[in-house]
């Protein structure tokens, strides 16, 4: 059965559906089917053939309890199980509740209205194709460069990679904690995930975004005297359907207000309003969920490996 089926979207001519359709990638397997590999055959679940916990636990107190869950991920792992919870996992509750959440600040009304006229009243398909911002873990920007050494003794100079880190960490209110630090994920991830937090903790700065279909903006002041604000650009992909795993950083522009004193006026000042666009290569956000703080490779030193590449 393919993925298309199980989701049980009405078969309405639209767009959406093309492009979901699109994407899929078929199981391949399936064509060894009547060439040495046979299906088993189908059967009604007994009461015999239940685990313990299926017995105890009927499908609506399963559904309550996938209610509850706020990460959208462990629903996908249960619907791994067995097919009665694969068959729980696709309620539209459960996505209903998810998509509620990850488009909170569209408003309730915004959303139902999307869901009606783009995906064919269903929740489910909405969350896998339209585009939103993962809340169950950090974006992490890898980025590299090669800084000249000091001759020293020797009459060439020697260069040095320098490896650095851009996180985001998102909420579902509209603000994010943001951080510049040449240590890893694996060493910053318990101070990014502090809930309390003011704008004089070092090097974290706090911040507003805003997401139009797959386009993001972001916006933090740094704590000096110049009152510099800092606004960045982007949009967000997936490398499969539904993941938003990826943030493409289009523009990166700072503001400061700087006080110049005009020598020939009568002791009098004026403060001006400058904005540096900075176009340096900044490479792709990758997400990185929160069971793999410590194990993804985005940790890796410059020793292991010189350059990530997002994809």
């Known amino acids: 059965m393919s993925v298309v089926q199980t989701l049980t979207i009405s078969p309405k001519d639209h767009s959406s559906y093309t492009c979901y359709k699109r994407f899929l990638q078929p199981r391949r397997w399936l064509t060894l089917y009547e060439e040495g590999v046979f299906a088993l055959q189908t059967r009604e679940l007994n009461e015999h053939s239940l685990s313990p916990i299926q017995k105890l636990l009927p499908e609506d107190l399963l559904l309550e309890v996938f209610l509850r869950s706020d990460n959208p991920a462990d629903i996908g792992r249960a619907a791994c199980c067995c097919r009665q919870w694969r ?12 998509s509620l959440v990850a488009w909170k600040l569209s408003g ?18 909405m969350w896998m194709l339209r585009p939103r ?30 490896v650095y880190y851009r996180y985001y960490l998102f909420r579902p209110e509209g603000s994010f904690v943001y951080k510049t630090s040449p240590h890893p994920l694996r060493q910053v991830y318990k101070e990014l995930l502090r809930t309390r937090r003011t704008r004089r903790d070092d090097h974290y700065y706090l911040g507003t975004w805003e997401l139009n279909e797959d386009k993001l903006s972001t916006v933090f002041c740094y704590d000096n005297k110049y009152s510099t604000e800092s606004r960045t650009e982007g949009s967000v992909r997936s490398t499969v359907p ?9 523009r990166l522009a700072t503001t400061y207000e700087h ?5 020939e006026a009568d002791g009098g000042g004026s403060t001006v309003h400058r904005e540096h666009m900075r176009r340096m290569h900044v490479s792709p956000y990758v997400f990185v969920p929160a069971h793999e703080f410590d194990t993804h490779a985005i940790n890796n030193p410059v020793e292991v490996m010189d350059y990530y590449d997002p994809g």
């Open 87 to 98: 068959r729980v996992c696709r309620s539209e509750a459960i996505w209903k509740h998810h």
């Open 108 to 125: 309730r009304k915004f959303n139902r209205t999307c869901v009606e006229e783009k995906y064919g009243g269903s929740w489910l398909a």
């Open 133 to 162: 911002l993962r809340l169950d873990g950090v974006y992490v920007s890898r980025n590299t460069y090669v800084k000249p050494g000091m001759a020293g003794w020797s009459y060439t100079a020697p260069v040095h990679l320098v």
């Open 242 to 250: 539904g993941a938003n795993n990826r943030i493409d950083v289009a």
């Open 259 to 263: 006080g110049d004193r005009d020598i």
